[in-house]
C-alpha cells in the first residue's frame, strides 16, 4: 500500500489540509488574465451579489496566476434544507417518488437525511440554474461570466482514501459500495461503476468457456460463437434489468424526465404555452430535423476519411509485409503504424470538434438532449476507428486478398527509396499466399495492447504530466524568488491556519475536469470487440477480466487524484449507451455467423479468393444466426420481465403503502362505506306482505311511470323468492303439472 | 332505408317495447331444464339472497322453455355512486387517473357524470366478482351457479336504431362516434371500432397506389412492394400512437394493470404477501412455464395436421388440374375444395378446442393474462389456415413443381374410378410448364371471395337460421294452442303492460355472447394478406377497402340485433393483436421481396425449375429488404414519437394541473418560501466595517472551529468584495503593479 500512500499525498506537507474542507460546497475559480482590471472587478462584484442574492454565503482568497478563488456555502441550513425539500417535492410531482414527502419537514429530514450528493447537485443548480428559474444564473466561460472558469466542489480526501483503499482490497463492489458511490458521487457515475462491475462480472462467463473453448476448439469454434452470442443477449437484457432496479432503489427512475435546460438553446420565438400558460422558447423542430440530416453526410465523410486512412495505412502494411522483399523490411513494417499513430488523434480530434459543433448546431432545448446527440455521433467515430481494420481484414483481405494484393504495386512509392529492385516491390501475378495469423494477431492487438495503452494514456501518462508540471512550476517559482523582489505570490496572503488547505485547493482549481462519457466509450467498444470479434480469438475475455479490473480501480483513482470532484448529477440509466450496447450486441449475431462459416476449420478461410466462397451459404448462416438471436432476445426479455427484483418489491410496496394510507385517511370509514352500507340496508326494504296483489296492482296503475309499476310488482326479496318459486314449479320439468294452477288468473 | 327497417324490426308487434328497458340494468337467465326442482329451487333463493346481499334489486319473470328471467338494477342511487366513486378512486391510486376524484361526491359527479357503460360494467362486476371483494360472486354455469344462463345487459334500441342509421349515413366515424360508442359498449369494443375505422382509412392509400400500379406496372412491382412495407410501417406506428392517445382521451391509460382474477383459476397453496399482508393465491410459474412449453408441440402438430390437409388438397388439385385428362375433370377439380370445406372446419374447431383446454391448463390467475395467451393460440392456428395455401403455391409449387409434379401419381387414387386409361393420370416425366395464373387467382380466392363467404357466414346465415327458428317456433305453439289446453306458456303470466317488453327480453336471452376476438382477428388476418401477398395482386387493397366499409357496418347490425348486449368492459390497446400485427407486417417486408425477386418481370418465376432461382440472390434481396424495413420503422417510430397529439396534450394539462394544485396548497406560501427568504434575509448580513482585521482575527483565533473562523474573515457581501477587489488590483496583468501595494501587510 506504501505505493498507493504515496500516489495519494503527492505533498505531504499538505498535512491536515486533506482533513477539512471548511464546510465549503464549491469554489469558483475567477480568472480575469485576460480581461482589463475595471471589467474584472465589476464582473466579479456582480458574480458576489448574484450568488449572495440567492441564499449563498461568499468568501474570497487569492488564487494562482491572476485568479480569486470564490467560496461558497448555503447562508444556512433552514435555506438549504427548503432547497432540499422543494426538490423532493418537484420529484414527487414528476412521479419520481411513489411517495409525497412528509408535510412536516422536521419529520421528512429525520425519515430521509440529506445525502452529500443531493447537496452539492442542489447548490451547484443554485449557482448555476437561470435567474428566472431561482439560481444565479453563473454560466462558467459562456456570456456574462466570461472570467468564471470553473464551479467545482473539493474533494472528500478522507473518504477518497478510505474508498481507494477499500476498492484495491476486494474483487466484486457490494450493492452498498455501489450506493456509497452514489451519496457521494451523484448517480450518473454510480450507474458507471454498477454498470463496470455488472459487467465485470459477468465477463467470468466467456473467460471460463473462452479458455476452454480456446484449449479444446481452438479459434472459429461455432459453439463459442453461439454461448457467446447467448451471453450477450442475457447481458444486455440484465443490465436492462438491473438499471431499472437500481434507479428505484435510487430513488431516481424517471428522473429523466426532469430536465435541465441548456443555457445554450437558441430560440426562434416565443409562444405561450397553452397548457401551462407559461412562454416556452421554442425551436423549429422541422429546422432541427433538416439539421440532424447533416449527421448523415457527416456519417458517410468520417467513414470515408477514417476509411480511407485505414484502408490505406492497411494496404501499405500487408504490400511492405507481404510483397516487398527489399531491405529495412522489419523496419519499413512500422512505417504504416506510425501513419496512423500520428493521423489517427489528429483526425479523431478533428471531427470530434466538428461532431460538438454539428451537435451545437442541432440546438437541442435541453442537457439531456443535446449530450444524447453528441454521444450517438461520438459512438459513430469509434465504430469506425475501433472496428474497421478488422472488419477490412476478415472480410475484405481474407476473401479478396489475390484479386486486390497485385494492385497494392500503387504502394511502390512507399519503399521505392529502399529497395533494390523492381522485383522486390512488385505482386506475383499469381500464387498470392494471405496471411492467416493477420486477423487473430489484430484482435490480440485491440483486445490485449491497445487496452494497456489506453490504459497507460488514461491515468499513468497524465500522472506522469502533472509531477513533471508542478516540478517545473516549483522551480521557476525558486528561481523567481531568489532573482529578489516580492513578487505578489499568491501564498503570501493566507492566513497560517488555512494555507495548507489553500495550496491544496490551488491545486484541484488546477485539475482537469471529469467526464463519465469517456468512460462509458472505452467500454462500449470494449464490449464490442467481445461481441463481434472474439470468436476469432476466445481469450478475449480473459484479457478483459483482468484489464477491467484494473480499469475500475484505476477510474477511481483517476476521479479522486487526477480530476475535480464531479459535480454529483442523477441519472436513471446508462442513456444512450444502452443502444449502443444492443447495436453491438445484435451486430455480433452477424459478425460472428459470418467469421465462423468463413474460416470454421481453415484458418486460412477463403485464402484470399472470393470464388471459394458459397455467398449463399454465407447469407443462410447470418439470416439463420440473427433471427436464431432475435428469438432468444424476445424469450430472455420476456422470461426476465417476469423475474421479481429487489427494486420491483421496493416500488409495489411504496405503491402499496400509498393506496392503503389514501384509503384509509380520505374513504375507509367515511363517504364509500357509509354510502354502500346505506344502499344496501336503506334499500327497497319494504316488504308489505299484507297487501293483496291485486289491491297493489290497481293502485300502481293510478300513478307512477311504467318504471316504478315494474320495479313495484315484487316488494321486497320475499315476494321475490315466491313468485319465483311459483313459476319454477310450473315449469319445471314433470313435476306436479298443475301445482301453482289456481294463481294462475294474476 | 326501408330494408334497414325491416331488419331492424323483426316484429312489429313489439312496439313500444324498444323504447324503454325499465330501468333494468342486468337480466339473468336461470334455466333449470336439467335440475331437479328442488335443487333449482334452492339455488334460486341462494341466487335472490346473494344479490340482495350486494345492494342489488330484483324482480322476477317467466322466461322461455323451463326458465325465469331476473331483472336487476342498483337498489339506490346513492349504492351506483358509491360504487363509482370507488371505481375512480381505485384508477386514480393504480395511476390510470391523473387527477384523484373530488374529495366531495356531490362536485365530482358533477364535473363527470357516469356514463352508461360505467354504470353497466360496474353493476355486472358487482354480480360476477367474488364475494370477498365485495360482489355477489355470481358465475354464469359455473361451480354453484349452474343454472345462471347467462347474464345480460338489455340493448338500448332507441340507440341501436339511431347509431346504425348514422353509420350507413357516413363513410368515416369521427371521433365523437368513437366516443358514443365507448360510453355504450364500453372501451374494448370501442377500440375494435376505431381500430376498424383507422384502418379503413389508411385502407385508401394502397388502395389508391395498388390501382394505379395494377394498371401501370402489372404484379409483382418492386416500386409497390416498397410502398406497400413503407405503409404497413407507417400504419402500424400510427395505430400504436392512436391507440395511446385514444386510452388518454377515454381515461383508461394503464387500465389493464387493473386485474380481474380468474374465477377458473386453481391455486397451489396460499402465500402472505410480504408487502400487503394479504393472503394470496399462488400457482407455480416453474410449473406454468412447462404447461406453457406444451404450446411449442401444440403448434407443430396444428402445423402438420392443417398442412397434411392443405398440402394434400393442393396436390390433388394440381394433379387434377394439370395432370389429370380424363373425363369429368371440370367436376373433380372442385373435389379438393369439398374436402377442405367439410374438414377444415371440423378440424379447426378441434384444434381450438384443444388450445382452449392448453389455456385452461396453463392456469392463469387472470381474466386478461387467459385471453391473451387463447389469441395467442388462435393466430397461430389461423396463421396456418389463412396463409399456407398461398406460401405452397409461391414458394414450394412454383419453384419445385417440375420436381414434384411427377410424384404426384400417388393422387390417381382419387381419379380412378372416372379415369379411362392410365395415361390420363400419368404426369409427363419432362416439360412439365406451371400453370402461372394459380397464385394470382389463390390470391383473389382468399381477398376477395372468401371476404365475402366470410362476410356472409357472420352476418347473413345467422340472420337467416333465426328468422327460420323463430317461424318454427311459432308455428309449433301454433300448433300446440290449437291441440287445445292452456299449457302453461311464459306468455300467459305476463302483465298485459310489460308483454311486449318481456317478449323482447326472452328473445334477447336466446342470442349468442358478442365476442370481440372473432372480428378482430379477421381484420388481423386480412391485414396479413395485404401485407404478405398484396404484392401479388396490388388491387388487393381496393377489395379489402369495399369489404370493410360493409364490414364495420355489419359488425354494429351483429352488436345490435343478433347477439346480447356485450358487457362494457374496459381496454387500453388493442392488447396482443398488436404483436401480431408487427409481427405480420414484419413479416411481410420477407416475402414481399422473395415474390418480388422470385416472379419480377416474369409470370412464371422460376417455372418450377429450382435451378433456375439463383439462392444468395434471393436470400441477398430478402437480407436487404428486412434490415431496410427494420431501419425504417426505427426511424418512422422515432419521428412519430416526437409528435404532439391531443391525448398527450390532455395528460400533460392534467398533470400541469396536478402539480400547480399541490404546489398553490401545501408549498407556496408556507414551508419553501419563507425558508429560502430566511435563508437570504438572515443570512451573515453583519458587515460590521468598524472592527479592524487583526482585532477580529485574534478575537476569533480564540474560540470558534476552524471552519467557523474560515468563514468569519469576511463578514458579509461589502468584505468580501473589498478583499476580493484586492486581489484583483494586485494581480490583474500590468495595471499600476502597485496599486494596492500599501494594504498587504494584512
Not at 210 to 226: D, I, K, M, T
Request: with cysteine; glycine share 6%.
Amino acid at each position: 500500500m506504501a505505493s498507493l500512500k504515496s500516489l495519494y499525498e503527492p505533498n505531504t506537507n499538505l498535512g491536515n489540509a486533506l482533513h477539512t474542507n471548511f464546510d465549503v460546497d464549491f469554489v469558483i475559480d475567477y480568472r480575469f488574465a485576460t480581461t482589463s482590471k475595471q471589467a474584472a472587478e465589476s464582473q466579479f462584484t456582480a458574480l458576489i451579489h448574484a450568488l449572495n442574492s440567492v441564499g449563498l454565503t461568499t468568501e474570497v482568497r487569492n488564487g494562482d496566476n491572476c485568479a480569486v478563488l470564490i467560496f461558497i456555502k448555503v447562508a444556512s441550513p433552514r435555506h438549504l434544507r427548503a432547497e432540499v425539500y422543494r426538490s423532493r417535492v418537484q420529484d414527487w410531482l414528476y412521479g419520481v417518488r411513489t411517495i409525497a414527502p412528509e408535510k412536516d419537514m422536521q419529520k421528512a429530514f429525520t425519515a430521509e437525511p440529506i445525502i452529500e450528493a443531493e447537496r452539492l447537485r442542489l447548490v451547484y443548480l443554485l449557482i448555476t440554474k437561470p435567474k428566472n428559474e431561482g439560481g444565479a444564473g453563473i454560466t462558467p466561460k459562456r456570456g456574462e461570466w466570461k472570467c468564471v472558469e470553473s464551479i467545482f466542489a473539493l474533494h472528500d480526501h478522507t473518504f477518497n482514501k478510505a474508498w481507494i483503499k477499500d476498492l484495491t482490497s476486494k474483487t466484486f463492489l457490494t450493492q452498498k459500495d455501489l450506493t456509497e458511490i452514489r451519496n457521494r458521487f451523484g448517480e450518473k457515475i454510480a450507474f458507471y461503476f454498477a454498470f463496470l462491475q455488472s459487467y465485470f462480472m459477468f465477463l467470468t462467463f466467456p473467460a471460463g468457456v473462452g479458455f476452454c473453448s480456446w484449449v479444446l476448439l481452438g479459434g472459429f469454434s461455432p459453439v463459442y460463437a453461439v454461448i457467446n452470442g447467448l451471453w450477450c443477449v442475457v447481458f444486455v437484457e440484465y443490465w436492462k434489468k438491473q438499471e431499472t432496479d437500481l434507479a428505484v432503489q435510487w430513488g431516481v427512475k424517471g428522473v429523466s424526465k426532469i430536465q435541465h435546460k441548456r443555457p445554450d438553446f437558441k430560440h426562434e420565438s416565443v409562444v405561450r404555452d397553452p397548457i401551462t400558460d407559461e412562454e416556452v422558447k421554442v425551436y423549429s423542430p422541422v429546422k432541427r430535423l433538416s439539421r440532424q440530416m447533416l449527421q448523415v453526410p457527416f456519417a458517410l465523410a468520417a467513414a470515408l476519411i477514417l476509411g480511407t486512412l485505414i484502408a490505406t495505412c492497411f494496404s501499405i502494411e500487408v504490400f511492405i509485409s507481404e510483397v516487398y522483399g527489399g531491405p529495412f523490411k522489419s523496419y519499413l513494417v512500422f512505417l504504416p503504424t506510425v501513419i496512423l499513430t500520428v493521423a489517427m488523434p489528429t483526425l479523431s480530434a478533428m471531427l470530434t470538434g466538428f461532431a460538438a459543433k454539428l451537435t451545437d448546431l442541432e440546438n437541442y432545448e435541453t442537457v439531456a438532449a443535446h449530450e444524447n446527440a453528441m454521444v450517438g455521433k461520438i459512438f459513430v467515430l469509434n465504430f469506425i476507428t475501433s472496428y474497421m481494420p478488422i472488419f477490412l481484414t476478415a472480410f475484405v483481405y481474407v476473401p479478396f486478398a489475390q484479386v486486390i494484393v497485385p494492385y497494392l504495386d500503387v504502394f511502390q512509392l512507399a519503399v521505392k527509396p529502399f529497395a533494390e529492385n523492381e522485383k522486390q516491390m512488385t505482386a506475383p501475378k499469381a500464387g498470392f499466399q494471405i496471411n492467416p495469423d493477420r486477423l487473430k494477431k489484430q484482435v490480440i492487438y485491440f483486445t490485449v495492447t491497445a487496452q494497456i495503452v489506453g490504459f497507460a494514456l488514461e491515468l499513468v501518462v497524465p500522472y506522469i504530466m502533472r509531477t513533471v508540471f508542478k516540478k517545473v512550476k516549483e522551480v521557476k517559482a525558486d528561481r523567481a524568488s531568489k532573482k529578489g523582489g516580492a513578487t505578489a505570490t499568491s501564498t503570501a496572503d493566507d492566513h497560517p491556519e488555512e494555507s495548507a488547505f489553500l495550496v491544496r485547493v490551488r491545486n484541484e482549481a488546477e485539475l482537469s475536469i471529469y467526464d463519465v462519457t469517456t468512460d462509458f466509450r472505452e467500454m462500449i467498444v470494449q464490449f464490442g470487440y467481445l461481441s463481434l470479434f472474439s470468436v476469432v480469438w476466445p481469450l478475449t475475455a480473459v484479457s478483459f477480466i483482468i484489464n477491467n479490473w484494473i480499469e475500475l480501480r484505476g477510474d477511481a483513482l483517476k476521479i479522486a487524484l487526477e480530476t475535480q470532484r464531479p459535480v454529483p448529477w442523477r441519472a436513471d440509466s446508462i442513456g444512450p449507451w444502452l443502444d449502443a450496447l444492443g447495436f453491438l450486441s445484435w451486430l455480433g449475431s452477424l459478425t460472428s455467423a459470418a467469421l465462423v462459416y468463413l474460416f470454421n476449420g481453415n484458418d486460412f478461410g477463403p485464402g484470399g479468393n472470393p470464388s471459394n466462397i458459397k455467398i449463399w451459404g454465407l447469407l443462410l448462416t447470418i439470416f439463420f444466426s440473427e433471427h436464431l438471436y432475435l428469438g432468444i432476445q424476445l424469450g430472455i426479455r420476456t422470461a426476465l420481465g417476469k423475474i421479481d427484483s429487489p427494486g420491483l418489491q421496493k416500488e409495489r410496496s411504496e405503491r402499496f403503502a400509498v393506496r392503503k394510507q389514501y384509503l384509509a385517511e380520505s374513504m375507509g370509514q367515511e363517504a364509500a362505506e357509509e354510502a354502500a352500507e346505506g344502499g344496501i340496508a336503506g334499500g327497497e326494504k319494504i316488504n308489505r306482505k299484507s297487501l293483496e296483489d291485486e289491491a297493489r296492482d290497481s293502485t300502481l296503475q293510478g300513478h307512477g311511470t311504467p318504471e316504478e309499476r315494474f320495479w313495484g310488482r315484487q316488494r321486497g326479496v320475499d315476494e321475490t323468492l315466491t313468485v319465483g318459486r311459483r313459476y319454477i314449479q310450473q315449469a319445471a320439468p314433470k313435476a306436479s303439472p298443475r301445482a301453482g294452477g289456481e294463481k294462475k288468473e294474476l
